[in-house]
């Protein structure tokens, strides 16, 4: 490279060799873009053709071979009008030869040979090569010595599964791709007996069974006649049998599915042939379900829409489909198997076959729901004792396949299925006869708990007679409370519409807290409630605020519970009387304010910095949702549900003049000032004055990246009030000022974002610091360190990514400076040197007229600048900026 143009010259082998080297392990991201660029150019060049084969060498690492064999696959597939047709014998020759080569080599180099050899036969065929799929079989099945015939046959496989791989991504004409695809189709005569010899062999291993599958998965999307890989059909339905080949298996079943006759050859494999493919036992608790790859046949291909219902058509089939889904699990379903696409497909019937089917199907989905919430269920205290942590979370991931699946099945069976749950819940809690397990009632309210999550069931008519049979539930086991509070959280919208409801089930919640593992299910549900039902708790506050300060001072629970408990608390404050929330929020935070006082005098370690930030994580969560302005609230959107609580004093603002005096941490100080702006908006302003100063004082000591976020929200809310501008005008240019200082002398600290927050602040300064409000006076001190920052941008000492924000920068001040940026470009421009030493005055002075003459379009000012910037750095008019 020479100022900053990639060199024409022919790429040469030790030039790729240093290229890759770079592109692979150089950690200049700018220097590892360039030699992507240069290799790019490479691979399309003339010379790759030759030094193509030269990467190839086995002395080379993997990663320049790989780049060889890639850019003989580009030459091939994108540019094979350029070679001549007498060449076109060697090259197949050359490519058989290396593929031999690497048989026992680099998995990625022989993937990407293939690949390349797959694209010379599409090109080829049928003309010039007619049967090429038969001439690779023969060429990899001959007798080799130097070649171990297993490896040669993996190689095969390879080639085999990548050539179809290739025909549905290659770039042949739409007629060409049509006579190609009726050759294949032809020449898979060759390719499936000897599939199917190797899946028959018993002395075939594991991994070579396995790429037979995928390779046979990758012809069946041709559209290959189906009754021509019969064999194959029954031999991948086999296959399920071994975990170790199930989810290829199923793969491969699933493309034939997607072909028009495999119904018919579905109903003509049906036992006894297939009994193998579908035989497991349903397990009451599916530990080997959540544990083996098995997966208990997940996504079982004839459960496909189209064939369940051409089974269930033929009534003979339909005891075969009722007595197999004791062996299905949720994915077989979620994963566009039954209830999902098999809704899709019965409402796409005329209106009389829809209703025929939806009657048949009925059955078949409260069927579905009772194996679903059977399997749904734990095992037993002492078996799941001994269940590993990684099986646990394997079967909470399947609890949450089946509550997908049930929501699906609600919207084909409706309220009926809520009614179904709902009664057999009753018929459990309220039997005199044997008690229940835990997990059959656990269960039940899991099935209730996943469709309240996701379905509107404000209008339901059994929820009342569920929100009075929770309390009656013995609960005695953490998995059955944890699902208890998580059914309440799921109906805090109901209950919001039922208020005399809430008294059943909050004191289970309140109950709950004090139990550290119920800490997120508990912590979770009383946030809910207190979100959606805050107008119907004030007769609920002063406990609710008991409890939770109890548990908070105790520490019961870990910090991100206890910061959502805090929200929850700023929701149920939010509802009351102004004097009953500075009550409460006294005896809320006073002792916290009373830890920082004493935490504030003891000398600074980690111990009481993590304290410290640990307070005002707290403060500042109870800041968000403590909110009595009501600006946000949803429910007045409609109508006024309730009358709106008499304005006073906000209490937030109260409590920040107490706490401010002993915040020690900047980042936590910025983030609970932020949020108490936000929250605040025109009652914080007699704060102003007195966050400037302190936030000027603690940025010029620590400077961090929090500081200059909450100083952009300080410009955006106040800075247009003349009555605000000193004190915010003196900390923007205080601000600036330290972090310009900093970037230039290289001495950023790492707690500072890329420059592109100080640009954002800068672009957030001009434009609202200097908008309606003449008064404010001179604009040169606020408008000089974005100009300075601007202008040495664009002369190329700044990363390409930020020129966006110059161009910002530039515009808003042609805006709203425009006399002051007239006079100091015609000052600065003219500098010799300025901003680059590569482009000249005329190139200069005609960029200055451009940003001066354009005060309308932020998009053309921006182009501008893309413009001037790559003169300044010499990469205009280069191949470097083709993607610039």
């Known amino acids: 490279e020479e100022n900053g143009n990639i060199s024409p010259a022919p790429p040469h082998l030790t030039c ?38 030269l990467l190839l060498n086995l002395d080379k690492v993997p990663e320049i071979q790989y780049f060889g064999a890639s850019a003989l696959h580009i030459k091939i597939s994108r540019y094979w009008n350029d070679i001549p047709a007498d060449q076109y014998e060697s090259l197949k020759s050359q490519l058989f030869s290396q593929i031999t080569r690497f048989a026992s080599g680099s998995k990625i180099v022989l993937t990407r040979l293939c690949v390349a050899l797959a694209s010379l036969a599409l090109s080829m065929m049928p003309e010039a090569w007619p049967c090429a799929v038969a001439d690779m079989v023969r060429m990899f099945q001959a007798e080799d010595s130097n070649v171990d015939g297993r490896a040669r046959c993996l190689a095969l496989l390879e080639l085999l599964t990548v050539l179809p791989e290739e025909f549905q991504t290659s770039r042949l004409p739409q007629y060409r791709k049509g006579q190609v695809r009726s050759v294949l189709a032809q020449e898979c005569g060759s390719v499936f007996p ?51 080949l199930f989810d290829t298996a199923v793969e491969a079943i699933v493309n034939a599915i997607s072909q028009p006759d495999f119904i018919n050859i579905l109903l003509e494999l049906w036992p006894p042939k297939l009994d193998t493919g579908f035989q497991q036992q349903s397990h009451p ?15 079982f291909p004839f459960m496909h829409p189209r064939i369940l219902l051409a089974l269930l058509a033929t009534a003979s089939h339909c005891k075969l489909v009722f007595s197999s889904l004791s062996t299905m ?104 006869e044997q008690p229940s397990s835990w997990q059959h009632t656990e269960a039940l309210l899991y099935g209730f708990q996943s469709i309240a999550e996701t379905i509107d069931v404000n209008y339901s008519d059994v929820v009342p007679g569920l929100i009075g049979l929770i309390p009656r539930i013995s609960i005695s086991n953490v998995q059955l409370a944890d699902t208890v509070m998580f059914t309440i959280g799921a109906l805090s919208e109901w209950l919001a519409d039922h208020p005399v409801m809430i ?52 520490q019961i629970h870990k910090t991100s519970q206890c910061m959502w408990l805090m929200q929850a608390l700023g929701f149920l404050l939010s509802a009351l009387q102004v ?31 993590l304290a410290i930030i640990h307070i005002l994580g707290l403060l500042s969560n109870l800041f968000t949702t403590l909110d009595i302005s009501h600006h946000h609230d949803d429910h007045e959107s409609t109508e006024v549900k309730k009358l709106p609580v008499p304005q006073g004093p906000n209490p937030v603002g109260g409590t920040l003049h107490v706490t401010h005096a002993p915040l020690l941490s900047l980042q936590s100080v910025c983030a609970i000032f932020e949020k108490s702006v936000k929250t605040l908006l025109d009652d914080f302003a007699p704060m102003v004055p007195q966050l400037c100063e302190m936030l000027g004082q603690m940025y010029s000591t620590i400077p961090q990246a929090s500081a200059l976020d909450l100083t952009r929200q300080l410009v955006h809310i106040f800075a247009h009030e003349p009555a605000h501008f000193p004190p915010i005008k003196a900390l923007f240019l205080l601000v600036t000022s330290v972090t310009l200082t900093l970037f230039q002398q290289g001495t950023c600290p790492s707690s500072l974002p890329p420059a592109g ?59 709203h400076c425009f006399s002051y940026l007239s006079v100091w470009m015609k000052e600065a421009m003219p500098q010799e040197g300025f901003p680059s030493a590569r482009v000249s005055p005329e190139q200069k002075d005609t960029f200055s007229q451009q940003i001066l003459r354009e005060r309308v379009n932020k998009r053309r000012v921006k182009e501008m600048v893309k413009e001037f910037t790559l003169l300044c750095r010499g990469l205009h008019g280069t191949e470097y900026t083709a993607d610039y």
């Open 194 to 244: 000897l599939l199917e010899q190797l899946l028959q062999q018993q002395d075939s291993p594991g991994f070579i069974k396995q790429k037979v599958l995928k390779c046979f998965s990758s012809w069946v999307q041709l559209e290959i006649p189906l009754m021509d890989c019969e064999n194959l059909i029954q031999a991948a339905f086999t296959s399920l049998q071994d975990p170790e």
């Open 579 to 609: 004097e009953e929330i500075l009550k409460n929020l006294h005896s809320l935070i006073t002792p916290y304010i009373q830890q920082l006082e004493k935490l504030a005098d003891e000398t600074p370690n980690p111990s009481n910095k």
């Open 285 to 299: 608790v599916p530990k080997t379900e959540v544990k083996l790859p098995l997966c208990s046949y997940s996504r």
């Open 329 to 432: 699990t949720p994915r077989s379903f979620s994963d566009g198997g039954l209830p999902g696409c098999q809704r899709d497909d019965i409402l796409s019937f005329e209106p009389d076959k829809q209703a025929v089917y939806q009657q048949v199907y009925r059955p078949v989905y409260f069927q579905l729901v009772d194996v679903l919430l059977h399997k749904a269920q734990f095992p037993s205290d002492e078996e799941y004792g001994f269940w590993s942590s990684d099986e646990k979370e394997q079967f909470r991931i399947y609890r949450v396949d089946i509550s997908d699946t049930l929501m699906y099945v609600y919207e084909m069976l409706g309220a009926e299925l809520l009614s179904s749950l709902y009664d057999k819940l009753g018929r459990l809690l309220t039997s005199t």
């Open 503 to 554: 008294n059943n089930v909050l004191p289970l919640v309140l109950q709950a807290l004090g139990n550290p593992e119920l800490s997120i299910s508990s912590v979770s549900t009383l946030k809910k409630i207190c979100r959606e039902c805050k107008y119907d708790l004030p007769p609920y506050a002063a406990n609710i605020v008991a409890v939770s300060q109890d548990v908070l001072m105790k």
């Open 757 to 815: 927050g100080l640009l954002s602040l800068l672009v957030h300064g001009v434009f609202l610091v200097h908008t309606g409000a003449p008064e404010m006076g001179p604009l040169a001190g606020a408008a000089s360190p974005a100009l300075l920052c601007a202008s040495q941008g664009v002369g190329g000492q700044a990363s390409r990514s930020l020129m966006d924000h110059f161009a910002e920068i530039l515009f808003a001040l042609s805006k």
């Open 16 to 53: 790729c060799g240093t290229a890759l080297h770079q592109l692979y392990y150089d950690p200049n991201i700018e220097n590892k873009n360039l030699a992507q660029k240069w290799l790019m150019q490479a691979q399309v060049s003339p010379q790759a053709w030759h030094f193509s084969w």
